[in-house]
């Protein structure tokens, strides 16, 4: 069966875009028995082609849906990550930002994926999700070796024997005419 919904955990609303300002939704998809993916269609990405750099940084210098505010070379440093962007250009696309978070790139934990929306700067806020702690490991003593098996008794050893002997195949000899020994 195929899932492509919006996610409906707790920590997905309230997401707001740190380009646009703008509120966004999370898709959970998966296909058959997989685990869902996350991402969000709506959210500005980075990693979206333009035909003229002056666009893309344009696009890049937008914070909290201020147009401008990223300036100066701010507009590559990544408004999630605090990570600085490259401009990368791809003949036929056009250019793109890389080395920063992108929303529309699936990932499958939807924690880390709606902690990486909420960060700021690199800093996530004090009431972000969090994994659950892994369970405390727990130590099995052992007090003393698990008893052996019974071994059968020569008895009945002595029949599984004979049994196994009677279903074993026979020796048998193939006289072929017309062949020579040697």
Known sequence: MSLNVPATQAYFRNLRCAYTGKPVTVLAV????????????????????????EDLFAALGVRGGIIG???????????????????NFVKGFGYQAIGGFCPSQPGEDPVIF???MMMRGGKVPKD???????????SLEVTEPPAPKPSLSEDAASKAEGILRDLAPKKTTVTVRGMKGG
């Open 114 to 116: 709606a902690r990486s």
């Open 128 to 138: 972000a999700p969090k994994h659950a702690p892994p369970p405390k490991a727990r």
């Open 69 to 87: 505010a990223a300036r100066n070379g701010a507009e590559l440093k990544c408004p999630y990550t605090g990570a600085e962007m490259a401009i």
């Open 30 to 53: 998966s296909a058959g028995h997989t685990s869902p993916i996350y991402f969000s269609p709506d959210a500005f990405d980075p990693s979206e082609f333009y035909k003229l750099p």
